[in-house]
């Protein structure tokens, strides 16, 4: 059964250095999306990509985050500078269509820890 | 304010006791809605959702929800549940002309032998 699949399962990073997530969509779909989950939190949306280009974004979602496609099948969140509060675990999410019509299917997740 | 609630952090139920968790909403127009189960270790898996037509909506695993729009609620249910079933149950929502799940703060279900 096709599935999302995200890398690293978890990563350790020191405050103020550069990490990227990635994630592997589901190979047929056309939306992808990143939401995270800080522990003990409800899980939240990020920011979600179409054709792409940023579609929507949350108020989390700032000039410390950016979103990629670079080539037909990676789809990356990097934090330019991470801070101590970006810690959470961070889920990459596909569908086909736009969510009301079509599954979004998750990922894993990666858990993202800021020392 | 729009929101998404579950009011139960935590739940324990026996194995085979029947399950209920409740999930309210407030928008002004009824969104689409969803259940979420997190498994340990696990991503996201979609249960169910509700888009319009019969209220009462069966989903994967057993499990079934009823949209009550008088209340604005989405509860879950399961006639019996199985120790499989401990998990963390989200609602969620997608408002209309939105392509976004929002979700609530989730309900942990812990399973007696």
């Known amino acids: 059964e096709p599935e999302v699949t995200q890398t690293p399962s978890h990563q350790v990073t020191q405050m103020g250095q550069e990490v990227i997530l990635r994630c592997v969509p589901i190979s047929n779909h056309l939306y992808f999306y990143w939401y995270r989950q800080i522990l003990g939190q409800k899980v939240e949306f990020l920011v979600s990509?179409?054709?792409?280009?940023?579609?929507?974004k949350s108020e989390i979602f700032d000039d410390q985050f950016s979103v990629e496609r670079p080539d037909g099948s990676n789809f990356t969140l990097k934090i330019r500078s991470t801070k101590l509060e970006d810690s959470a675990m961070y889920f990459c999410?596909?569908?086909?269509?736009?969510?009301?019509?079509?599954?979004?299917?998750f990922g894993q997740g990666t858990r993202l820890t800021v020392v | 304010a729009q929101s998404v609630t579950q009011p139960d952090i935590h739940i324990t139920v026996s194995e085979g006791a029947s399950l209920e968790l409740r999930c309210n909403y407030s928008y002004g127009a009824t969104p689409y809605l969803f259940w979420y189960v997190q498994s340990p270790g696990q991503g996201l898996q979609l249960l169910l959702k509700y888009f319009s037509g019969d209220t009462l909506v069966q989903g994967i695993k057993g499990f079934e929800a009823e949209f009550k729009r008088s209340q604005s609620s989405f509860n879950l249910r399961k006639p019996s549940v199985h120790w499989s079933d401990a998990a963390e149950y989200f609602c969620?929502?997608?408002?209309?002309?939105?392509?976004?799940?929002?979700f609530g703060a989730g309900t942990r279900l812990a399973v007696h032998p």
């Open positions: 990509f179409y054709n792409n280009e940023i579609s929507e």
């Open positions: 969620a929502v997608v408002p209309r002309g939105y392509n976004k799940l929002i």
């Open positions: 999410a596909s569908s086909e269509e736009t969510v009301p019509n079509t599954e979004a299917f």
